[in-house]
């Protein structure tokens, strides 16, 4: 089953959106099989961010991951990455649409609520920078869908 690393990140934190992030994800149809609220250690931060090392960002980034709690999870479904990406919206909230998480609670590219893995092989290596394979629950309670006939 597809996995992705979804993050709400420091500024979806201070403002208690961890529940409602989590409710639209559970929503859609997707398993949580692992959360924890954690202080990311720049080590990790680096590691997580290392695409953009060379940007002219990186260390304002790195410093704003890491100015408070961040909400990690690890969810699966079919689809996931993509599903989850398109949820998120737009890395600029100025192109996020209406509906999506950034368009409905973000104002700019600096605090932009949220993070979920580009694909899943991205998301297999931010995993395991936050999650040990023990902490990962296996995803085994039935998702019950509106309509659905499985039990
Ligand atoms: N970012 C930023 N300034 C920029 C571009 C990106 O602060 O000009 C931050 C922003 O928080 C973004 C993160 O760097 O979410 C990672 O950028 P990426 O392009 O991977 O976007 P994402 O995958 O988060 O949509």
Same mark, same amino acid.
């Given at each position: ?6 993050? &709400?990140? !420091?500024?979806? &934190? ?41 940007? !002219? ?75 040990? !394979? ?7 309670? !039935? ?9």
């Amino acid at each position: 089953m597809e996995k992705t690393y979804l993050m &709400v990140k !420091p500024d979806g &934190v201070r403002r208690q959106l961890v529940g409602k992030l989590v409710q639209r994800f559970e929503d859609k149809g997707f398993q949580l099989i692992a959360a924890k609220m954690f202080r990311m250690t720049r080590e990790q931060a680096e590691y997580h961010y290392e695409e953009h090392k060379d940007k !002219p960002f990186f260390g304002e980034l790195v410093e704003f991951i890491t100015s408070g709690s961040v909400f990690g999870m690890v969810w699966q479904g079919e689809n996931i990455v993509a599903l989850s990406r398109a949820m998120m919206g737009k890395t600029n909230p100025l192109d996020a649409a209406p509906g999506t998480i950034r368009g409905d609670y973000a104002l700019n590219t600096g605090n932009n609520i949220i993070h979920g893995s580009d694909s899943p092989q991205s998301a297999e290596r931010e995993i395991s920078n936050f999650f040990r !394979p023990e902490e990962l629950a296996a995803g085994d309670y !039935p998702v019950r869908m509106p309509g659905s006939l499985a039990n």
